[in-house]
């Protein structure tokens, strides 16, 4: 037979556990006997885990993360395993060719799951990882994607439709992330990571995404990330320290607060080569001519560049000096290499070849390139500084190690759920 008890509530308490009744037809009863339940399991979990006051404590296994080699050519291979039990677990989403896959994975990471729609790209991902990433993300059940510790994904920047939003504000009713962010792939970043709860996560992206649509697509990102709970912290990265490349990325970096609590830190103490390379560190000694510009093109881009800096534009070629550092390198590279042409004495100038583009931004020369020199350009152009974001990737894995080790002291105070948050707990428990 069961027991009868009695609790007072605050008055907002109240309001949700009856709102949550009407929406879900059950009775104060069966959803409050429902949360104590999975109160008291959730408690016997942590009761039953390792700690520093007076319960059998397990050592930690010796986990060796591979520092991030600052020289492409040292990279740590796509198929290498950097030790033989992973630090952490990862899942790769938008992940092009593995940019940041390798990046994690040189930081002592396994990754469990991977996604990327582009049909080359995948040509480029299994090639290298023997790892078929599955195809559109906003297909995929959130569910169904393996547990992991942190959550990394370059998505892509989209404007955030407020029409939806307007019209329940006018209403009076609260929006959330689901509201601000639908239809934008930035949207599946949110709802894996109410899913599955990830450690952390670190999210990539282009600069302007600061002030992209008036600053209001950066500002929807931080609210939806707050509202899922995550301390956030981000920064602007140039990664001209690592490659000879100007090439500045937002990098944003979160810590799940309901199990670290709300004192949470993070700095961007990156440790960049002590010699930055210069562009000829990254030149073929030997390139075919078909690399070298047609005169027709050679032509047109002069009478381009001339024709703007008439007009007082700074738009036209780029010829870096090879002590220097180049232009950023984009998908479009493709079209004519125009942001960076290399000098050649008594001939036209050439554009980089795919291995060069590769070298740029930080891959391995053990990286394989099984597509053509078209899709080659545009996948490198669109992807990421490997050795800059396995520096980073040291940073959260060293982060997450401290966060473990003070959770076994016991001098981490995750943070107690609010009612809505246990309801929504236990809806998912049953579902």
């Not at 991902?125 to 790892?131: E, G, I, Q, S």
Request: proline share 5%.
């Amino acid at each position: 037979m069961g027991k009868h008890i009695s609790i007072r509530v605050s008055d907002e308490d109240h309001q949700d556990l009856l709102d949550w009744c009407k929406n879900t037809n059950q009775s104060v009863q069966q959803v409050v006997s429902q949360s104590i339940k999975l109160l008291l399991s959730q408690a016997r979990k942590e009761l039953s885990a390792p700690t520093a006051r007076g319960l059998s404590a397990i050592p930690d296994k010796a986990l060796a993360s591979v520092a991030a080699t600052n020289d492409a050519k040292e990279m740590v291979g796509p198929q290498v395993a950097t030790t033989a039990t992973p630090a952490y677990t990862f899942i790769d989403l938008f992940a092009g060719i593995g940019g940041m896959r390798l990046a994690y994975q040189s930081a002592g990471c396994q990754c469990v799951y991977s996604n990327e729609w582009n049909k080359f790209s995948q040509e480029t991902y299994y090639t290298n990882f023997k790892d078929q990433p599955e195809g559109d993300i906003t297909k995929v059940k959130a569910s169904t994607i393996p547990d992991h510790d942190i959550l990394v994904a370059g998505f892509p920047c989209q404007p955030f439709s407020i029409a939806g939003v307007s019209k329940k504000r006018s209403l009076g009713r609260e929006t959330g992330f689901e509201d601000k962010t639908q239809g934008t792939l930035f949207f599946d970043v949110c709802r894996i990571i109410k899913e599955k709860r990830p450690r952390a996560f670190m999210l990539e992206n282009v600069k302007n995404l600061c002030s992209h649509d008036k600053g209001n697509t950066f500002k929807v990102i931080q609210e939806s990330l707050h509202e899922l709970d995550y301390a956030i912290f981000y920064q602007v990265i140039d990664g001209q320290s690592y490659v000879p490349q100007h090439r500045e990325r937002i990098i944003i970096v979160g810590f799940d607060k309901r199990r670290y609590g709300n004192d949470l830190s993070f700095d961007f103490k990156l440790n960049p080569p002590v010699h930055a390379p210069v562009l000829r560190d990254i030149l073929e000694p030997n390139v075919p001519d078909k690399y070298t510009l047609s005169d027709g093109m050679w032509q047109y881009l002069q009478d381009y560049a001339a024709k703007h800096k008439a007009a007082g534009h700074g738009f036209g070629y780029g010829m870096p000096e090879l002590d220097g550092v180049a232009r950023t390198l984009s998908a479009r590279y493709y079209k004519d290499g125009s942001e960076i042409l290399i000098a050649q004495p008594g001939k036209n100038p050439r554009r980089l070849t795919p291995r060069e583009c590769a070298r740029l931004q930080g891959f391995p020369d053990s990286f394989q390139i099984p597509v053509s020199d078209t899709q080659a350009y545009r996948q490198f152009g669109n992807s990421v500084v490997v050795p800059l974001m396995a520096d980073v990737a040291r940073l959260v894995v060293q982060k997450l190690d401290e966060l473990k080790n003070n959770e076994q002291r016991g001098q981490v105070q995750s943070r107690p759920l609010s009612m809505i948050e246990m309801l929504e707990q236990q809806e998912a428990l049953v579902s």
